[in-house]
């Protein structure tokens, strides 16, 4: 199973950046594809980006065009680069395989969007 370790979060204002960063274990790391998973308070764990083994990428219309995720296979690490930062983009950021079947996640790492 793959163990995951998320870092990068903090308190930004609004129209700010951060790097959001997951480094996983294990030697098959790039055969996922994965993905930037967020709860924001009171609603549920939503998918925001994801990157395949291929590199090709995709996001949700809520973030599209603001975030950027990439992945670095040699140091088993993928980023989320967000620019443009919301309020409503407070959430636990977590990174994970996508799919999966929801029974691991790390302990995520807070961003606060707030002026």
């Known amino acids: 199973q793959v163990q995951l370790v998320e870092s990068g979060g903090g308190l930004v204002q609004p129209g700010g950046s951060l790097r959001l960063s997951c480094v996983a274990s294990?030697?098959?790391?790039?055969?996922?594809?994965m993905g930037w998973y967020r709860r924001a308070p009171g609603k549920q764990r939503e998918l925001v980006a994801v990157i395949t083994s291929g590199d090709i990428t995709n996001s949700a219309d809520s973030v599209k065009g603001r975030f950027t995720i990439s992945r670095d296979n040699a140091k088993n690490t993928v980023y989320l680069q967000m620019n443009s930062l919301k309020p409503e983009d407070t959430a636990v950021y977590y990174c994970?395989?996508?799919?999966?079947?929801?029974?691991?996640w790390g302990q995520g790492t807070q961003v606060t969007v707030s002026s």
């Open positions: 294990g030697s098959i790391f790039r055969i996922y594809s």
């Open positions: 994970n395989t996508v799919p999966n079947d929801g029974g691991y």
